[in-house]
């Protein structure tokens, strides 16, 4: 798991970006709910009467979540993505953080042929910390951020001929949306608790060590996770958790999952 910068974002390699679609054959991606937060990001064959099957070499896409939230993988079609992560306000988005999602395939792997209209898992994972308000979704390649950004566009270098000849070249379309059927997830839906912490904030942030927790008293529990879903400190109300240390561990980017009797807060947290 990677994270990255605006900059370094513009830096990525273009070459898997090549807009090269025949006028019928293609994907696009949309979203599978897998129960809970737990989902999966398939490849829809447009329409077709081809009766080749599919080889892929590469693929990528991006997946919106809001600020804060965080996703851990748990397969990919090659057992080899890289899930790199993005801060939103490094591309003019304060509330919302991201991750590009891209695999180059060891060897190519073939998906069914597109005249069997059956859709195909390319990556799965699990959304953390249970959040229960925003929104999940893949990010349209003709959106403002995309065209501004257009590393973070869906792609799909792959060989759909049946010509004797193996070309891979892009057949996800980089000027529409590339996204079909359900290509987001609400989490008010997932939310056990009709109301949501909104007024807790922390302070100092960034900090060195020491973080205030404030605007709620009934707190039950603060957990710390690492940008990639890893949690690595749970505070319960044993302790006096409005007022947590984390001193110890090393400097980067986290997010704490603050628990309330009301409700649950994801609050992104940058220790220096």
Not at 74 to 103: K, R
Not at 199 to 213: A, F, M
């Amino acid at each position: 798991m990677k994270t990255i910068t605006l900059p370094t974002i513009f830096l990525i390699k273009l070459s898997l970006y090549t807009i090269n679609i025949k006028a019928q054959d293609g994907y696009t991606y949309t979203l599978l709910h897998n129960g809970g937060y737990d989902f999966i990001v398939q490849a829809v064959p447009n329409s077709s009467s081809n009766n080749f099957a599919t080889s892929v070499q590469s693929y990528g896409f991006t997946i919106i979540l809001p600020d804060g939230v965080t996703i851990t993988q748990t397969s990919s079609l090659g057992n080899g993505a890289d899930t790199t992560f993005f801060d939103g306000t490094n591309v003019g988005m304060s509330s919302i953080d991201g991750y590009l999602i891209t695999e180059t395939l060891s060897s190519p792997i073939a998906l069914l042929p597109p005249s069997s209209a059956t859709n195909s898992d390319v990556f799965s994972f699990t959304v953390n910390g249970n959040p229960s308000s925003g929104e999940l979704y893949i990010l349209e390649n003709n959106s403002t951020l995309a065209t501004t950004v257009t590393p973070l566009k869906s792609f799909m270098q792959a060989d759909m001929v049946d010509d004797s000849v193996t070309i891979y070249t892009n057949v996800v379309d980089a000027n529409g949306s590339a996204v079909s059927g359900m290509s987001s997830f609400s989490f008010d839906t997932l939310g056990i608790n009709t109301h949501v912490v909104f007024d807790v904030s922390i302070s100092p942030n960034p900090t060195t060590g020491i973080v205030n927790i404030k605007g709620v008293e009934n707190l039950k529990k603060v957990t710390v996770y690492t940008i990639n879903g890893q949690l690595i400190k749970s505070f319960t109300n044993n302790h006096n958790i409005q007022r947590i240390d984390i001193g110890t561990l090393p400097l980067g980017i986290y997010v704490l999952n603050i628990h309330t009797e009301s409700g649950i807060k994801n609050i992104k947290l940058i220790k220096r």
